[in-house]
């Protein structure tokens, strides 16, 4: 009997919260992000609005880290399908850029838009964007 309660001890060892965090852990050594489930490049040259990830119907995308880097001077506007996220945007100087993580609050859109992002100038605008779609 007390060999089952061992047993029983252990595997709710094994299933805390520590042995999650170890997991997460790992993954960020192997350079997985320990959240988001997929990771879309951004490389834009024109002054325009670009759908970074697509919309998909009834979905929400949730965003936990966004890296951007402005090659020539660029004010960039981050949108939610529409509408606008950060307000006027950043305003970028030559060879400037930001790296936001959400990890902890990820900024989730509205269900079936996409989040795009407008420039004011044809130089390139290069990062990534770490996401995941949820019902």
Do not use: C
Not at 33 to 51: K, L, M
Not at 87 to 110: C, D, I, S, Y
């Amino acid at each position: 009997m007390s060999r089952v309660v061992w047993l029983l001890i252990a595997a709710l060892l094994m299933a805390s919260p520590a042995a999650a965090y170890d997991d997460l852990y790992q993954r960020e050594l192997r350079g997985t992000p320990p959240v988001a489930e997929s990771r879309a490049e951004i490389n834009i040259s024109s002054a325009t609005t670009t759908a970074v990830i697509a919309a998909v119907s009834g979905q929400k995308i949730r965003i936990y880290s966004l890296v951007l880097w402005a090659a020539a001077a660029d004010t960039v506007v981050l949108k939610d399908g529409t509408t606008t996220i950060n307000g006027a945007g950043f305003n970028f100087a030559t060879q400037q850029g930001v790296h936001l993580k959400m990890e902890q609050r990820p900024l989730q859109l509205t269900a079936g838009q996409a989040f795009n992002i407008t420039t004011s100038t044809t130089g390139p605008l290069i990062g990534w964007v770490e996401y995941t779609v949820v019902p």
